[in-house]
Structures are given as C-alpha cells and as structure tokens.
C-alpha cells in the first residue's frame, strides 16, 4: 500500500517542540512529539490552580487541537478541589475518572486504547524549577518517572515567600 493510502489512519502528531502557554495565564503544557513515544511520560501539564474545573478545559481543549478527541482523563481525586465524572469540553463529553495514580501524573485517553501520561507540575512550583521538570519530561529518552523528576528539580517543592 501507497503512503498516501494509510496516512488519512495515522494518528496525528504534534509538531515538534511545542511549549505554548495554553490561555494566558491558566497552564502550560509541554508534550513529547517522537513517533516511537518510548520515553516513561508523553508530556507534562502545569495548571495554575487546584480548581479542575478552571483548569482541565483548557488542557483538554489544547490536547484535542493537537492529538485528537480525548475520551477521559484519569487523575488523583484528592489532588483536585472537587472532580466531577465528566466535564463538557468544546461540545464533547470527557470522562473523569479518579484513580490513586498519585499527584504527579494525569493519564489521558484518545480514542478507545491509544493512552498518553502527562507528568503534573504542580501549581505552587517555581517558574524555574517547572520548566526544568517539563524539559526533562518530554526527553524521548526520559526514563525517570514522574515523582523523582520532580524531586531532582525541585519542582515538589513549593518557591519560598520573598
């Protein structure tokens, strides 16, 4: 078969290097763009807040322009004020489902099978120490889980008051 011929079946992929802020002010998300996907994280996700209900649209939104319909997203209910079990995002419904995943990591679902895991900075980290985590995430060759990553650059660590 003709390249032109699967190409409308491959998934699409992100173009490279992309780090944009999603809204102003609300999340940064950075996401590893290699056809193998072999790395241990397929991006990483910074919100602002611990308010999901501010903070995922614009995640699901940014993800959906890029990768496709996302389905659900799995994330550690008690890291979040108040995760409901389904958000309505540009028109589409997207399941939410609470696992004990732990605070550093959101699992997010395209399609039926097709998953990616997103390390989550939190909120409180120092602009520094986030975009440190966030580069070392999205290396094709990260193998270091999401924790430690965040524990290596400080980003579990909420900045000190001035």
Do not use: K
């Amino acid at each position: 078969m003709a390249d032109s011929d699967t190409s409308d079946r491959l998934p699409r992929l992100l173009p490279d290097a992309v780090h944009r802020s999603v809204r102003p002010g609300t999340a940064l998300l950075r996401l590893e763009t290699t056809h193998a996907r072999e790395g241990i994280l397929d991006g990483a996700w910074w919100p602002r807040s611990r308010d999901i209900g501010a903070e995922l649209p614009s995640l699901i939104s940014a993800l959906t322009e890029h990768l496709g319909p996302i389905t659900r997203v799995g994330l550690d209910g008690s890291a979040w004020d108040g995760l409901p079990t389904r958000v309505m995002v540009d028109g589409r419904v997207v399941h939410i489902d609470s696992f004990p995943v732990g605070d550093d990591t959101v699992l997010v679902t395209r399609g039926d099978r097709d998953h990616f895991s997103l390390m989550l900075v939190p909120p409180d980290t120092s602009p520094d120490a986030a975009r440190a985590a966030m580069a070392r995430a999205v290396r094709a060759d990260n193998v270091t889980e999401a924790g430690q990553i965040l524990i290596d650059t400080g980003g579990d660590t909420p900045p000190t008051p001035a």
